[in-house]
């Protein structure tokens, strides 16, 4: 069975600094991976996807992907309490086929102001 | 450009009834996936449609079954509900081909089963 595993946290990080995220997973033919934020009651939304190993920069957002280690990671420079949220990793296979997304159950992140 | 959205937000139904949610997705978007959450499992896949065709189903029993319109609409229906299905059943498009893992996901329709 794929598993995805994550910290649940609360992971706390004063305002403006780095704030990082894990994640493992176990399906070593997991092609995709990517991080959602979910706001408290609200549902999660795309924030970045890595398909390839190394890293991806996308403004404050940085996602790292080592296949061999079976490693995803998040980094969020100059965190702010916007960002306070969840932040749920997810992994999907190449399959071919259409199977869903796994996800983990997420890391509660709270950024001190 | 709208979101995706399910109906109804809310609702209460008692052990044996049978519920069907409706989910429309962002105009364009061919791809529906569902998914369910809750506290202790997380978000769990339930299945994808993909051109009204099912692509794929997750591991949940035959009583949680779905269908997708001409339209991409996609309705998904629990039958005889338990108190374990009490969650949040979310709904999310894509506009690629069935495979991605780019979801844009609606709000949700919360299920309370008593």
């Known amino acids: 069975q794929k598993e995805v595993e994550q910290n649940s946290g609360p992971l706390s990080v004063p305002e403006g600094a780095i704030a990082s995220l894990n994640c493992t997973y176990s399906?070593?033919?997991?092609?995709?991976f990517f991080w959602y934020r979910q706001y408290s009651g609200k549902s999660p939304e795309l924030i970045m996807s890595?398909?390839?190993?190394g890293d991806k920069e996308d403004g404050r957002f940085t996602a790292q992907l080592n296949k061999a280690s079976q490693y995803v990671s998040l980094l969020i420079r100059d965190s702010q309490p916007s960002d306070s949220a969840t932040y749920l990793c997810?992994?999907?296979?190449?399959?071919?086929?259409?199977?869903?997304?796994?996800f983990g159950k997420g890391t509660h992140l709270i950024i001190q102001p | 450009k709208a979101g995706v959205t399910q109906t109804p937000r809310y609702l209460i139904k008692t052990r044996g009834q049978q519920v069907t949610l409706s989910c429309s997705p962002i105009?364009?978007?061919?791809?529906v996936s569902w998914y369910q959450q809750t506290p202790g499992q997380g978000l769990q896949f339930l299945f994808e449609?993909?051109?009204?065709?099912?692509?794929n189903k997750g591991n949940f029993p035959g009583r949680f079954s779905g269908r997708q319109f001409s339209n991409s609409r996609s309705e998904m229906n629990v039958s005889t509900l338990e108190l374990g299905d009490s969650a949040l059943y979310l709904c999310?498009?894509?506009?690629?081909?069935?495979?991605?893992?780019?979801?844009?996901f609606g709000e949700g329709s919360r299920l309370t089963v008593l």
């Open positions: 999310a498009s894509s506009s690629r081909t069935s495979g991605t893992g780019e979801l844009f």
């Open positions: 399906d070593r033919g997991s092609q995709s």
């Open positions: 890595i398909y390839s190993n």
């Open positions: 997810a992994v999907k296979d190449s399959g071919g086929g259409a199977d869903g997304l796994t």
């Open positions: 105009s364009g978007h061919r791809s």
């Open positions: 449609y993909f051109s009204e065709t099912q692509r």
